[in-house]
């Protein structure tokens, strides 16, 4: 049963245009999220954070907003640009749990056209 | 920030055959590693914690046996693939935290794709 959801496997967007990437969780004990962007054949770099006692967290163009009662969050990008295509996958941790790893969605892929 | 090196980023062999790949931490000391696997359009899913210096911890449904992993130092993780067969095919991903962070963050090594022919 997967514990951190991306509904959308892809997502096409205008250059210039709001990217809006959702994520959906179950587990009520995470309490730290993360958003990463992956190109293909390569690890995945880190791009954002949100702490549970926060709802949004900015980082320039980066945007991510955390719904705890709706166990939601999402990523904004803006503007958009095509550097941005990319495979964003959300992840979830449970700070302090027996092995403090992170629990990923599947990903989605992002495709900002010029 | 903190750098993860891993080797080879690609790997081809035959069935059959062990495959080792390294998991490094540059610039940090890393007591813990994870490995993960990536199957085309799937999720990134834990395989292992490596712990230097004691057994790696498996996540349900790893074979220890197939997946050995050794963590002899604390700036070195391997993983052997033993007796590879196709369906190991996979994108192996390595990651650490910074202990100098307070960051839940992972840095993630930039992955080996293995194919098993």
């Known amino acids: 049963d997967q514990q951190v959801k991306q509904n959308s496997p892809s997502l096409s967007v205008q250059e210039g245009r709001i990217s809006i990437l959702n994520c959906d969780y179950t587990?009520?004990?995470?309490?730290?999220f993360l958003w990463y962007k992956k190109y293909p054949a390569e690890g995945p770099t880190f791009l954002i954070s949100i702490s549970s006692i926060k709802d949004k967290n900015e980082d320039g163009r980066f945007t991510v907003f955390l719904n705890k009662s709706a166990k939601h969050l999402s990523l904004h990008i803006v503007p958009s640009q095509p550097g941005d295509s990319a495979v964003y996958f959300c992840?979830?941790?449970?700070?302090?749990?027996?092995?403090?790893?992170?629990?990923f969605g599947k990903g989605t892929k992002l495709s900002v056209k010029p | 920030g903190a750098v993860v090196s891993q080797h080879p980023s690609r790997v081809i062999c035959k069935s059959g055959t062990s495959v080792k790949i390294e998991c490094r931490s540059l610039d940090f000391q890393a007591t813990t590693m994870f490995w993960y696997r990536q199957f085309p359009k799937q999720s990134l899913m834990l395989m292992a914690t490596s712990n230097e210096g004691s057994k790696a911890t498996y996540e349900q449904g790893v074979e220890k046996d197939k997946f050995l992993i050794n963590h002899a130092s604390l700036t070195l993780s391997t993983l052997t693939v033993t007796s590879a067969h196709p369906e190991d095919s996979s994108f192996y991903i390595c990651?650490?935290?910074?202990?100098?962070?307070?960051?839940?963050?992972?840095?993630f090594g930039s992955g080996t794709q293995l194919s098993v022919l």
């Open positions: 992840a979830a941790s449970n700070y302090g749990g027996s092995q403090g790893n992170l629990i």
């Open positions: 990651s650490a935290r910074d202990p100098r962070s307070s960051s839940e963050k992972l840095f």
């Open positions: 587990n009520s004990m995470f309490d730290y």
